[in-house]
Nanobody, 116 residues
Framework: QVQLVESGGGLVQAGGSLRLSCEASGSILIRNMGWYRQGPGKQRELVAGISSGGTTNYADSVKGRFTISRENAKNTVYLEMNSLKPEDTAVYYC???????????WGQGTQVTVSS
């Protein structure tokens, strides 16, 4: 059984920075890792993803401001968020594909609030 533990959310002023972390525990085969977000009244969307080989992809709205990285030895994925905007306010979830079937598992979510 896998457990994903997120940390790093909080309240920040526009233009500020935050760093999110998500650690996966258990003896697991980790494939793609990603960060998603769900704003008030909105659907969950992919913010950034990173493959097991380190290839990254980003939503257009965060390109140039957010950076995703992973530390395989620690089963951890990070999201460095800079130049935050009020529209970045959302609950952020890590999503990790695990095992031979690449089943998507979710973290518990962490709130990011950007004030104007």
């Amino acid at each position: 059984q896998v457990q994903l533990v997120e940390s790093g959310g909080g309240l920040v002023q526009a233009g500020g920075s935050l760093r999110l972390s998500c650690e996966a525990s258990g003896s697991i085969l980790i494939r793609n890792m990603g960060w998603y977000r769900q704003g008030p009244g909105k659907q969950r969307e992919l913010v950034a993803g990173i493959s097991s080989g380190g290839t990254t992809n980003y939503a257009d709205s965060v390109k140039g401001r957010f950076t995703i990285s992973r530390e395989n030895a620690k089963n951890t994925v990070y999201l460095e968020m800079n130049s935050l905007k009020p529209e970045d306010t959302a609950v952020y979830y890590c999503g990790v594909r695990i095992g031979a079937l690449s089943v998507l598992n979710w973290g518990q979510g962490t709130q990011v609030t950007v004030s104007s």
